[in-house]
């Protein structure tokens, strides 16, 4: 048993697909297994972190330790009018307004991190350049 003191993870994740929200579940279930205090930021829905968020079959073995929600603009995302398909142009587009924003968002969430007493960060979300 660990007699380390817990620490407060912020994980920005992705919102580039499921597949990057399984696999921060997967990173945030072990942590919280450990004890520790973990924040998702994400601009992804909180369905896909269901197994780590709130009480259910899936998550029981978490014992009332769960991570935290919390609903940001962390990367541009793409449009896709379809799963196999992406617009260019709108994709562009996105990217343009989100790098016109993001001084502003890092300000912003260097403040959150301050203020929530976050001690580490965890990030899959690049264009915010951690």
Not at 57 to 75: E, F, S
Not at 91 to 119: Q, S, Y
Request: hydrophobic letters at 40%; a positive charge; proline letters at 5%.
């Amino acid at each position: 048993m660990s007699t380390s003191k817990p620490t407060h993870f912020a994980f920005y994740v992705s919102s580039h697909g499921f597949g990057h929200c399984t696999r921060a579940s997967a990173v945030t279930t072990a942590l919280l297994g450990g004890g520790h205090k973990v924040t998702l930021v994400t601009n992804a829905p909180p369905g896909p972190f269901t197994a780590v968020l709130e009480p259910s079959a899936t998550n029981a073995h978490l014992n009332g330790n769960y991570a935290a929600y919390r609903k940001r603009d962390v990367d541009p995302g793409m449009v896709q009018p379809k799963a196999y398909d992406v617009a260019r142009q709108g994709t562009v587009d996105l990217l343009t307004g989100f790098m016109a924003r993001r001084k502003v968002t890092i300000k912003e969430e260097v403040d959150w991190i301050k203020a929530a007493g976050v001690e580490a960060v965890l990030s899959d979300a690049t264009f915010l350049g951690w």
